[in-house]
């Protein structure tokens, strides 16, 4: 296969390089993605209907000795595949639509080692008259008593 693509990308830099590269500028994906948000139209979602979500980046199964973005990842544990990982969380707000994907409304990224719940508190707190709907990771009695107050 790399002998077939090479002719077409000549100057590919090798995977390490491309990765420092990349690690160099994460910080730019967020910005680009914060205002690709902005834009976008949410008509056709529900008003009142959010749904949240998180999941797992893995960056490395082997997370004892993964040095791959040190600075923003860690050790994390994955349910859904029973596997510790080296890596970070995308956590998610999405406005529901009839029959299709949510549109991302917030999101941030954390360590893998950080809560679900722990992370997207703040983003649940910035709702107001919201139906929020989400998996076991979000459940707990106390939070759900904060977000009544703020209907």
Not at 86 to 95: A, E, F, N, Q, Y
Not at 106 to 126: E, G, H, R, W, Y
Not at 129 to 136: H, L, S
Request: aromatic share 14%; glycine share 2%; net charge positive.
């Amino acid at each position: 296969m790399v002998n077939h693509w090479s002719s077409w990308f000549p100057k590919l830099p090798s995977y390490q390089a491309y990765n420092a590269r990349i690690n160099a500028i994460y910080w730019h994906f967020e910005v680009i993605i914060s205002h690709l948000m902005n834009q976008m139209n949410f008509n056709d979602c529900y008003d009142n209907v959010s749904l949240v979500d998180s999941l797992p980046i893995m960056l490395s199964k082997h997370p004892y000795t993964a040095k791959v973005a040190s600075e923003i990842a860690d050790k994390g544990y994955c349910d859904a595949k029973k596997q510790f990982y080296h890596g970070v969380k995308l956590h998610l707000i999405g406005k529901d639509r009839f029959e299709k994907i949510p549109k991302p409304n917030f999101f941030d990224f954390t360590p893998a080692s950080v809560n679900d719940l722990t992370a997207i508190k703040p983003m649940i707190c910035q709702l107001k008259n919201q139906i929020v709907v989400g998996d076991k990771a979000y459940s707990s009695e106390k939070f759900n008593q904060q977000l009544s107050k703020n209907n």
